[in-house]
């Protein structure tokens, strides 16, 4: 059964910087590639970032770029999301999902707050 | 940006009848190899988002044949026939041709 569990939400002071974490399950992580989609409260889905199944290629929203950093351990069967210099409207749920372009796999979500 | 606008529903729709939802792309999403590259999801209330349908058409494993989705380049229709509790939530449509991948908004579903 895949499974995908995200770690390291919580709150964080505007400016602060927070790393995010999903342990993937029941696949060979190694041959999909990845992705973060997050959700503020109360709105819709919005794409964040996308890894290759490699970590040769990534890809960033424009309001993330130079700021947040998808990286994947494949030894580990991990994907991490480094967020930097975090404001108010990165508030949202994260979720780690499978795939580059449809996500046929989601995790449960973490929270992540972003208030002084 | 490629931009997803979804339509609403006339909520909340009776038990049992047939419901259409609509997406349009701000681009075509028909590619040069013949799919287009169009998803749908389902997320119900407090859960994580579900594959509904991908390339438009193909359903997701396991998913209900009540689902069905529909389209040409541009507009797209995913449409349920008769409508059970379990459809109640809010549903994206989603376009990969190219990055920024874009959700629409959502339409959320109501049963009667």
């Not at chain 1, 895949?2 to 999903?22: D, Y």
């Not at chain 1, 947040?68 to 494949?74: C, G, L, V, W, Y």
């Not at chain 2, 991908?54 to 229709?77: E, I, K, P």
Request: hydrophobic fraction near 30%; include cysteine.
């Amino acid at each position: 059964e895949v499974q995908l569990v995200e770690s390291g939400g919580g709150l964080v002071q505007p400016g602060r910087s927070m790393k995010l974490s999903c342990a993937a399950s029941g696949f060979t992580f190694s041959n999909y590639g990845m992705a973060w989609v997050r959700q503020a409260p109360t709105k819709g889905l919005e794409w964040v970032a996308t890894i290759s199944y490699d970590g040769s290629s990534t890809y960033y929203r424009d309001s993330v770029k130079g700021r947040f950093t998808i990286s994947r351990d494949n030894a580990k069967s991990t994907l991490y999301l480094q967020m930097n210099s975090l404001r108010s409207e990165d508030t949202a749920t994260y979720y780690c999902t499978r795939g580059m372009g449809g996500f046929a796999y989601w995790g449960q979500g973490t929270l992540v707050t972003v208030s002084s | 940006d490629i931009v997803m606008t979804q339509g609403a529903l006339p909520n909340p729709v009776p038990s049992g009848e047939s419901a259409s939802i609509t997406c349009q792309s701000s681009k075509s999403l028909l590619h040069s190899n013949g799919k287009t590259y169009l998803n749908w999801y389902l997320q119900r209330p407090g859960q994580s988002p579900q594959l509904l349908i991908y390339w438009m058409s193909t359903r997701a494993s396991g998913v209900s044949d009540r689902f069905s989705g529909s389209g040409s380049g541009t507009d797209f229709t995913l449409k349920i026939s008769s409508v059970e509790a379990e459809d109640v939530g809010v549903y994206y449509c989603q376009q990969f041709l190219e990055y920024p991948l874009t959700f629409g908004s959502g339409t959320k579903l109501e049963i009667k």
